[in-house]
DNA sequence: AAAAAACCGTTGCCGTGGCAACAAAGGATC
DNA sequence: GATCCTTTGTTGCCACGGCAACGGTTTTTT
């Protein structure tokens, strides 16, 4: 377990607590570590789950099953992801499938042991549930986020937006983006050949230059005045 | 206090908790109680907070502001309602402006005491945190489901949708809805114009009934159909 | 190395829905 | 009761973007 240390103390969830507090809470909690291979599910859809996981080596993909079957990514996670969390602990059933996309180490932590101060009364503990509740305002924050793309008016302000936040998140104007032009639209809710045009259309504009998913803003400020509207 | 007993154990804040547990949380959470006349913020957008906010009376709303002044209804809120919540007690600034629709009393509890196990080690207290995940999940979910509506391809997608979510939600075919179009077209991103021609149309086709913000389901069997696509 | 599959750009067609403008019907205020 | 303002329905116009189809390129499989 002490090969976790630094990983952990990384996490949002174990952010701010020191190695001592850290040595008290994981024997406290007891998480137990399971390895998956990659495409096992580690959560199922419609399950309530009562635990959250803590990514610590590998990588994950959370899915939205449509009706029909097709997969809609939610979410990505590498080492030091958190999920689980939003469940909280309630019988609330999961709305996404989480699937290993690589071979993947991940310690699980009971829910109820989370939110009930120990015997011990670890001072780290007290960090541990604002980190909690932290953790899931985060990804309230990231839904949000979502929301107020998916509001704006037209493709080519989503686009900006979404490229300007890219920008911001890596700190530089040139950057590679994790998804394929498919999986972009998607997120853009926007029809593939749709979102090529409007790339295209910009490019030809001299508002970026891009190939493939790979990009270079060269006029944030106009973007900027694109993306709110 | 006392005379809010009733309605605190029946907010989700408050859940599950006895008489007893819940006198001697709120002697020891002490929270402050305060008064807004109609019209009064409660909480501007860019604060931090560092309190949760629980109405015993009257009614708020939050606004988003858009950077062209013009509001964005985000949440209404009557008595039981909790707010502040999602800020998780950190540095975090508010998204939203929280405006007293009418005279309105709050209980405002400081987050940190929420967090902390008190000295005095309230049995109450670890439901109260429970309860705190679950109202922060439970907004996450209501975004959730707002993206949901929001990724839905096109708008008699969406109307059906929101009809089917309201006569869940009120449990009757037949129900008014607190918006106006103009609100509901902000709520489904779509014209208001747009929104009333396609109400026409599907009052004409037989799907439903319609007058001003009053609803009758005629087949919901179809509009479940073409609410998922 | 060949074959298959995935990914991406491009383009013509056309429908949904945004926009603007107007009329009608309450509601509020005086 | 007259006036003003808000809310709603309606309609013509047209642009944005969805859809389908194709070709070229890259990647994966065997």
Redesign the pocket.
Known sequence: MQEYHALLKRTTLFAGIDDAGLDRLLSCLAPSCRNFSKGEALLHAGQSAGQVGVVVAGAIEAYRIAPDGTRILVSRMGPGGVFGDVLGGSSLTSPVTVVATEPVSVLFFAYHQLLVQCRNNCPAHTQLLQNLVRTISDKYFVLSRRVDLLLL??????VSSFLLSEAKRTGTATFTVP???????EYL????????????RM?AEGLIE????SFKLLDSTTLAHLSSQ
């Open positions: 008016k037209n493709l080519r302000a989503k998804f394929t032009r498919a999986q972009l639209a809710n926007c029809d593939r050949s749709a979102l090529s045009r409007e790339l295209s490019q891009t190939y493939k998913s």
